[in-house]
């Protein structure tokens, strides 16, 4: 008998699928694992950085993300540790009953003890005993791994927060492999998950990019790439001193389009800026192949000129190969149990008729490709979720193939809408358009503050409905017009010289922190006016935004910026970062959560340390009146009525404009959850009537079990409101006369 034959089958472990045993134990919760870790090979430095070089081309390779993704591929093929899970289709409650409650880190703004890392301060077990203790049940690290580019034998920063990914490994100035795993192990102790990022959309100019540009194998590939022939290089611009690219302008793009090479203008250009990134192509400088042949390359980049996109319909699916194994590497190898899917909303681009943009958001390709993604991860026993803004046709459209859940991009600036105008007419249109539209919000991500601006591009009504009419302010107005309204009013609220701490951010939003928002909307004219009275009013409001997103189906998210009550930085301090006009680097301070170095005033990766309001964990835990302390009753309310796996079934029309009532049905037949928040500034009694209330139902206080009222006939009961205040309600219809002894 052979040594092979002699190897015994490797058993499955038994799992069951969250369909039959959606409250099954922790510890079947099957992760398949690799049977070896990606090797880190060191390849010899020596001679010329050119394609002609094979010692430059080997060391590209060490570093390839799509050699390791072959290497990690190989060790699944033919296992039955593939078939232990269900697929086909996208699972949000199961995702939400996995971890319904995450933080959100940004590692370039966490702030650790002396020579640790992010991902060893991540492990630490004090810091999973305070999430622990405050109820949150997940953690989204944000992008870990090596990014940026190549350029010769040196590597170059990353030009977009570490977004632009070059390799599997992880970034020496996050910490090591071993410290990832050490964390997925803490997170795991503490009944927790650990979410990591892919990029399917693009990489960075990394080794990948450089053999591409080399024509080394299938590389070129991996990208949406056109070699351009040298009789017409006439046409290309040539890459300025120190750069390896230069932006086509419009007038060039077209000259390309019409000679066959590339498909041309695209719907959008995001980034747009003139004279630096006119259009989404580029050409390359010349670079020398592997065969000796100067080449130049006209590529495609949705996103900055360091990003270039994956081509998802290259007869080699190399691009396909590299992201699919970089999701096996992250769940597989280094232990995570979900993934974010980081730009996954432009993967395909198809030429149009002529005259008009190609064909570039909304594709099918897009759809396809987010399925096979998000089957890929469903079937190693992990989850997925979009962080990307769309329209609410095609959050319901990706629902039932792509990934398990969508971030909320929705409703977050509609209720920061609600508590600057103190009228909630625009978050009740948005929550209504979704239900009726059928979007469950148990498969949404409902968040406060994460990296990006406080985005307000509001598509559903300004792209995908921009002429269909709503009733808003007592007219039908069309969805463009509410959607300028609303942009408007944000703006007048949260910037301008009454509160000129929070910046504009190009044509997406408004760079600012929860608490900074908040600030501008009591109006606040300088941060360094607040005193203990201002804090306490933020504070309040702060809550009343956790009750909206806690309280309700779904995910709920918040930040460092968020547990810290962290403000913006005067611009000053990060003026270097903000040169190209990226403002949001204000709403990024370094925070420290823990009081691990209560003398550092930057973060390691350099960040300053934004002003905190809340301060550390430890301090918050020690206050029973802290920021923590109340939102660890909030999430408490929410764990006891399982409110994160309930059914919206209603919201309802109000009372008093500045206030909402959603309606849940909970597990417990006969049981509803109401929710009554306050946006308005004011003391306010709200008659909360609802279709979904039965006559003589009994309303108690979630908090207190203290009985409030009685359903009267009409459906409905009052209730008293402080000024941003919020109310959990569970509403008990009485017996029927078949139930009563």
């Not at 390839?64 to 699944?76: G, H, K, P, T, Y």
């Not at 109820?135 to 010769?152: C, D, F």
């Not at 630096?276 to 130049?296: F, H, L, M, Q, Y």
Request: aromatic content about 8%.
């Amino acid at each position: 008998m052979s040594d092979e034959q002699s190897h015994e089958h490797e058993r499955s472990e038994i799992t069951y699928a969250e369909h039959y045993h959606p409250a099954r134990p922790r510890s079947l919760r099957h992760r398949a694992r690799v049977k070896a870790p990606v090797p880190r090979r060191s390849v010899t430095q020596d001679g010329e950085p050119t394609g002609t070089n094979p010692a430059y081309v080997s060391w590209l390779l060490s570093q390839s993300m799509l050699s390791d993704a072959n290497e990690i591929s190989r060790q699944f093929s033919g296992s039955g540790t593939m078939w232990q899970n269900p697929f086909a289709n996208p699972g949000p409650r199961q995702a939400v009953e996995t971890a319904s409650v995450w933080f959100t880190a940004y590692p370039l703004s966490f702030i650790t003890r002396p020579d640790e890392s992010f991902l060893a301060a991540l492990a630490d077990e004090n810091l999973w005993k305070a999430f622990s203790d405050i109820g949150i049940e997940g953690v989204h690290t944000g992008p870990v791994k090596r990014a940026g580019g190549i350029r010769g034998w040196h590597p170059t920063p990353s030009v977009d927060g570490h977004f632009d990914r070059m390799s599997t490994e992880i970034d020496p100035a996050f910490g090591t492999e071993a410290e990832f795993r050490a964390m997925c192990g803490m997170a795991t102790w503490h009944g927790g998950t650990i979410i990591d990022d892919i990029v399917p959309g693009h990489t960075g100019k990394g080794a990948d990019f450089r053999l591409a540009e080399m024509k080394y194998g299938d590389y070129p590939g991996i990208y949406h790439m056109v070699e351009i022939e040298p009789e017409d290089w006439n046409l290309l611009p040539d890459a300025p001193a120190g750069r390896d690219s230069a932006n086509l302008d419009a007038a060039t793009e077209e000259q390309l389009e019409k000679a066959g090479y590339i498909i041309g203008r695209l719907q959008r250009v995001i980034f747009y800026a003139e004279g630096v990134k006119e259009t989404n192509w580029s050409a390359t400088a010349p670079v020398v192949g592997v065969d000796g042949i100067e080449r130049r390359w006209v590529y495609l980049h949705y996103f900055k000129d360091g990003q270039p996109s994956i081509n998802w319909l290259d007869p080699s699916f190399a691009g396909m190969r590299l992201v699919i194994g970089d999701a096996l590497h992250s769940l597989a190898d280094l232990g995570s149990g979900a993934l974010r899917l980081d730009a996954n909303g432009f993967l395909g681009v198809e030429k149009s008729t002529e005259g008009l943009p190609a064909w570039s958001e909304g594709h099918p390709l897009s759809q396809a490709a987010n399925h096979l993604i998000g089957s890929m991860v469903r079937k190693l026993g992990g989850f997925t979720f979009q962080e990307l803004n769309l329209t609410i046709d095609d959050i319901k459209q990706t629902a039932e193939a792509g990934a398990d859940l969508s971030y909320d991009f929705v409703n977050r600036p509609a209720y920061h809408h609600a508590l600057a105008t103190g009228d909630s007419e625009f978050l009740r249109l948005t929550l209504r358009t979704s239900l009726q539209l059928g979007v469950d919000p148990a498969g949404l991500v409902h968040a406060l503050q994460n990296h990006d601006e406080l985005t307000y591009e509001l598509l559903h009504w300004s792209t995908g409905h921009r002429e269909d009419l709503y009733p808003f302010r007592g007219a039908d107005t069309t969805g463009g017009d509410i959607a300028e309204a609303v942009r408007a009013d944000l703006v007048a609220a949260l910037t301008g010289p009454d509160s000129p701490y929070n910046l504009i951010f190009t044509t997406n939003g408004i760079a600012c922190t929860t608490t900074s928002a908040i600030a501008a909307i009591l109006g606040v004219p300088e941060l360094d006016h607040i005193d203990d009275a201002v804090r306490a009013r933020i504070v309040r409001a702060h809550l009343l935004l956790v009750m909206f997103n806690a309280l309700q189906p779904g995910v709920f998210a918040l930040s460092g910026w968020d547990l810290g009550g962290i403000l913006t930085l005067p611009p000053s301090q990060v003026s270097t970062l903000l040169d190209h006009g990226d403002t949001r680097w204000i709403n990024r301070g370094a925070h420290d959560l823990m009081g691990a170095d209560p003398a550092a005033t930057r973060s390691t990766a350099g960040m300053p340390r934004g002003r905190s309001l809340y301060g550390t964990l430890p301090d918050q835990l020690a206050d029973e009146t802290s920021f923590a302390r109340q939102l660890q009753a909030i999430l408490a309310v929410r764990n006891r009525y399982a409110i994160a796996t309930s059914e919206q079934v209603d919201v309802p029309d109000v009372s008093h404009r500045g206030t909402l009532v959603l309606v849940h049905r909970l597990a417990e037949e006969g049981t509803l959850h109401v929710g009554v928040l306050n946006f308005a500034n004011e003391d306010v009694t709200a008659t909360v009537r609802s279709e979904q209330l039965v006559p003589g139902s009994v309303v108690t206080d979630m908090f207190t079990d203290r009985e409030v009222g009685v359903v009267d006939d009409l459906l409905g009961f009052t209730i008293d409101l402080e000024p941003h205040q919020g109310h959990s309600l569970l509403v008990t219809a009485p017996p029927t006369p078949a139930q009563e002894p």
